[in-house]
T-cell receptor, first 112, second 111 residues
Framework: DADVTQTPRNRITKTGKRIMLECSQTKGHDRMYWYRQDPGLGLRLIYYSFDVKDINKGEISDGYSVSRQAQAKFSLSLESAIPNQTALYFC???????????FGPGTRLTVL | EDKVVQSPLSLVVHEGDTVTLNCSYEVTNFRSLLWYKQEKKAPTFLFMLTSSGIEKKSGRLSSILDKKELFSILNITATQTGDSAIYLCAVVVTNAGKSTFGDGTTLTVKP
């Protein structure tokens, strides 16, 4: 079984809809991250969390919110989706001993 | 604002060629620099560099960091079609715990 899982893997939605992307991990890591990837733009950090009570905005948090329901679960919400949120979204984890991040398989989101 | 710049943005070579990918950075309180490989899926870890001048090597891939000139290079020798991917560089700063990524270099290796 994969250590970091994301659901759904693909989603097509319409402008104005609320969307939730979910991430679960079995690596036992405290730190979790949400990124979006657009063609030619690498990975941009949306939100990150170092433990259940710690949530931090990344460089592009506007239009997004997150919830850290448990150490192993970190969800990303788009309250009212817009077309420029069409992107590939990755969840990642790491622990405090190493800077290496482990990525989920990604969610491809299309907002029409 | 932390900044990571990769070059070139894309590169096309033939099998057997040697390539060098570049990553320069401007950050406060540098902690580490990491290289990832992304094929048609999630990025996977290649190397983590924290000290200048110490080469990390894995098969045909190697990487080195220069903390004085603020850059790192990733070398791939005897390239194969399976090396075709996006190569991402990321820098972690002390006490922040989060990574700033460059835009990546897209490498295409032709048979």
């Amino acid at each position: 079984d994969a250590d970091v899982t994301q659901t759904p893997r693909n989603r097509i939605t319409k402008t104005g809809k609320r969307i939730m992307l979910e991430c679960s991990q079995t690596k036992g890591h405290d730190r979790m991250y949400w990124y979006r990837q657009d063609p030619g733009l690498g990975l941009r950090l949306i939100y990150y969390s170092f433990d259940v009570k710690d949530i931090n905005k990344g460089e592009i948090s506007d239009g997004y919110s997150v919830s850290r329901q448990a150490q192993a679960k970190f969800s990303l919400s788009l309250e009212s989706a817009i077309p420029n949120q069409t992107a590939l979204y990755f969840c990642a984890t790491s622990d405090y001993l190493t800077d290496t991040q482990y990525f989920g398989p990604g969610t491809r989101l299309t907002v029409l | 604002e932390d900044k990571v710049v990769q070059s070139p943005l894309s590169l096309v070579v033939h099998e057997g060629d040697t390539v060098t990918l570049n990553c320069s950075y401007e950050v406060t309180n540098f902690r580490s620099l990491l290289w990832y490989k992304q094929e048609k899926k999630a990025p996977t870890f290649l190397f983590m560099l924290t000290s200048s001048g110490i080469e990390k090597k894995s098969g045909r891939l190697s990487s080195i960091l220069d903390k004085k000139e603020l850059f790192s290079i990733l070398n791939i020798t005897a390239t194969q079609t399976g090396d075709s991917a996006i190569y991402l560089c990321a820098v972690v700063v002390t006490n922040a715990g989060k990574s700033t990524f460059g835009d990546g270099t897209t490498l295409t290796v032709k048979p």
